[in-house]
T-cell receptor, first 111, second 109 residues
Framework: NAGVTQTPKFRVLKTGQSMTLLCAQDMNHEYMYWYRQDPGMGLRLIHYSVGEGTTAKGEVPDGYNVSRLKKQNFLLGLESAAPSQTSVYFC??????????FGPGTRLTVT | GQSLEQPSEVTAVEGAIVQINCTYQTSGFYGLSWYQQHDGGAPTFLSYNALDGLEETGRFSSFLSRSDSYGYLLLQELQMKDSASYFCAVRDGGQNFVFGPGTRLSVLP
């Protein structure tokens, strides 16, 4: 099992550009999450999904959109990137909500 | 508002016992989780408490007091590989999780 994978691992964007981050899990988990982690800080929940076709806002959803068209995939989109979105993005999935499995992260820099 | 507080740094020597505290103020409470994160790595799940009391998993234990909005992670027989950041997290309703700022543990030889 690969667990949770994220694509890409690194990305540099210019202000105003758009991009999509892909998260895939092969554990048949219902719940999936997107977090951001800024240097020296904890994780902040952006959006989450409780099942295929469902999404909900977390603590910091502004500037991001998500989609869960297939159970194993959870996409995070940035429509118009801003320097404040420079961060490390982690995807996670879980069968039991409190035990989340995290992907390796995507390091995004917006210049 | 939602807030979790943890000490920013803790230092201990190999073989010792260390306790990392977490206090929380959230609109709801459905359990306290603990995660470990090595530098440059992803968080990994350690422990979970939904009810008051102590949960033990090998060298790690976690405690919760809901009346005090307080919990802690206890690490015994510290090893160099335990040097990492440790985060507490509260599920405050639905699938909304709030993470603490993290405690950086340094284990010295």
């Amino acid at each position: 099992n690969a667990g949770v994978t994220q694509t890409p691992k690194f990305r540099v964007l210019k202000t105003g550009q758009s991009m999509t981050l892909l998260c895939a899990q092969d554990m048949n988990h219902e719940y999936m999450y997107w977090y951001r982690q800024d240097p020296g800080m904890g994780l902040r929940l952006i959006h989450y999904s409780v099942g295929e076709g469902t999404t909900a806002k977390g603590e910091v959803p502004d500037g991001y959109n998500v989609s869960r068209l297939k159970k194993q995939n959870f996409l995070l989109g940035l429509e118009s990137a801003a320097p404040s979105q420079t961060s490390v993005y982690f995807c996670a999935s879980s069968k039991i909500s409190y035990e989340q499995y995290f992907g390796p992260g995507t390091r995004l820099t917006v210049t | 508002g939602q807030s979790l507080e943890q000490p920013s740094e803790v230092t201990a020597v190999e073989g010792a016992i260390v306790q990392i505290n977490c206090t929380y103020q959230t609109s709801g409470f459905y359990g306290l989780s603990w995660y470990q994160q090595h530098d440059g790595g992803a968080p990994t799940f350690l422990s979970y408490n939904a009810l008051d009391g102590l949960e033990e998993t090998g060298r790690f234990s976690s405690f919760l007091s809901r009346s005090d909005s307080y919990g802690y992670l206890l690490l015994q027989e510290l090893q160099m590989k335990d040097s990492a950041s440790y985060f507490c997290a509260v599920r405050d309703g639905g699938q909304n999780f709030v993470f603490g700022p993290g405690t950086r543990l340094s284990v010295l030889p």
